[in-house]
């Protein structure tokens, strides 16, 4: 299966694929799938991944999966290697017979960053932002674009025909790739060096879910690259044990690639002192913008195209 990805991997039209970089964590599987549909979607060119924690087990498997596209010389970063395992259970499912070996096999992720990071560049964040804030601490950080899954759109934010049921009624939430390092977060949305920065938050992502019938949509045409097969063998795994799977990180992947997907509101957002819940305010002057409904129609066709 390996060589099949000579042709998604190798194409000539690189200049006209959108650069991107992806800075991800392995608690959820979802980040998994983000990693693989990038790593094959032909309208990207992923030039490099960090991983946070990035601990051996992690670099490990993303290694292995890595060797399976033939990118043995793939860019990986790490946080903190000596961290405590970050890996999940689960991710060993999915290759449940392969041996799957540590790995410290990666360069310090805000160096990482800060090498293939530019004006020209989208980074997609789907965990904490220890990597971003690490590499913008040094100085000499600079993004064309930040995508990230996180924060919260509230009822001053988001029209009552489209909020969802179980976060109706509040302005602030819990978030955690915001919330895991404040302090990250904060130096984050500072940061004048990235030119736009856009947040896939919870009121909309919480309500994209693949399910059963998703997954034979996919089956239809998982064929078409090795990404999409590998995809789909996560999800027969996942859906194997529970019955649907919230798709956080990938609604974000997407609408890094078209933003058209999102219905998007300037905005600043903030955290409440008290309850360390995030929010959002309506800002005319801002480079900040946070999604409050998305089109699934066009959301798929861009993750199954």
Known sequence: MAGACVEEVCRSDLDERLEVVFDMETGDPDDFVTFLFLLG??????????????????????RYVLHRFNRNDFPLGAFNMDAKPGLSKFHLKIYDNELISESRDALDGSEVLLKYCDE?????????????A???????????????????????????EKRLSKFN???????????ADIKAGKIVLDYPGIKEKYFVSKNVCHGVLYTNQTHQQLEKVKDKRQSLQEI???????????????????????????LSIGEWKDVQLYM??????????????????????????KFISTLFS
């Open 41 to 62: 979607h032909p309208k990207v060119n992923l030039k490099a991944v960090t991983v946070v924690p990035g601990t051996p087990d992690q670099i490990g498997f993303l």
């Open 120 to 132: 020209k560049t989208t980074l997609i964040c789907g965990g904490p932002f220890k990597n971003v």
């Open 134 to 160: 690490k590499a913008i601490e040094k100085g000499r950080f600079k993004l064309g674009r930040l995508v990230a899954q996180g924060g919260f759109a509230g009822d001053n934010i988001v029209p009552e």
């Open 169 to 179: 009624g509040r302005l602030t939430c819990p978030t955690f790739n915001l919330g």
């Open 232 to 258: 789909y063998r996560v999800m027969s795994v996942y859906l194997s044990r529970k019955g649907s799977k919230a798709f956080h990180d990938p609604l974000a992947a997407c609408c890094a690639i078209d």
């Open 272 to 297: 409440d002192d008290k309850t360390k819940e995030w929010g959002s305010s309506i800002s005319d002057n801002t480079n900040v913008k946070i999604i409050i409904d998305y089109d699934h129609h």
